[in-house]
């Protein structure tokens, strides 16, 4: 049986005797039972927010999902092989020192023109690419940012990244 205040003092009203004591004690039941219509709020409340937290829509950017971002370097329009790829989460925009700070580095193979970067979970990165143009023989670097949404959690990306000097 749910009580609210107002009933619950309607069930004390009939029981007090005008004495101060009594007084007193209808003033103590009234209290514990605000209190414990209070604490069943709170603990809805607790319950609603560790229910609904999972499934709100912040992407947090890091290693653990399903997504591939498919770094593919290019020197003048020329593909370069072997690039290694340093990944920043949380970010559009290049780092002071990208070589240095970054939260992910994937070494790409020697005969490949692009690197898999894998296990991506939504959200914002820069990726910064180092290689070598072979036809030019100078070491080439940049960087791109990339937004996984959500709808693309499970998908593989392409992402064209120029390099220069």
């Not at 927010?49 to 709100?56: G, N």
């Not at 003048?76 to 290049?94: N, R, S």
């Amino acid at each position: 049986m749910k009580f609210g205040i107002r009933q619950a003092y309607r069930l004390i009203t009939p029981l007090k005797f005008n004495t101060f004591t009594n007084r007193k004690s209808e003033i103590k039941m009234l209290n514990q039972v605000k209190s414990c219509n209070a604490g069943k709020k709170l603990i809805v409340l607790f319950f609603a927010i560790a229910v609904l937290f999972p499934f709100s829509s912040c992407n947090k950017a890091g290693i653990g999902g399903k997504a591939i971002v498919v770094a593919i370097p290019k020197h003048h329009d020329e593909h370069i092989y072997g690039a290694t790829a340093y990944v920043k989460f949380d970010t559009d925009t290049e780092p002071a020192d990208p070589i240095n700070d970054y939260d992910l580095i994937v070494a790409g193979e020697a005969g490949e023109d692009h690197v898999h970067i894998e296990e991506l979970q939504p959200g914002q990165y820069f990726i910064y690419c180092v290689g070598f143009d072979s036809i030019e023989a100078v070491t080439v670097k940049g960087g791109a940012a990339i937004k996984i949404k959500g709808s693309q959690k499970e998908d593989e990306i392409d992402l064209e990244i120029a390099v220069a000097e």
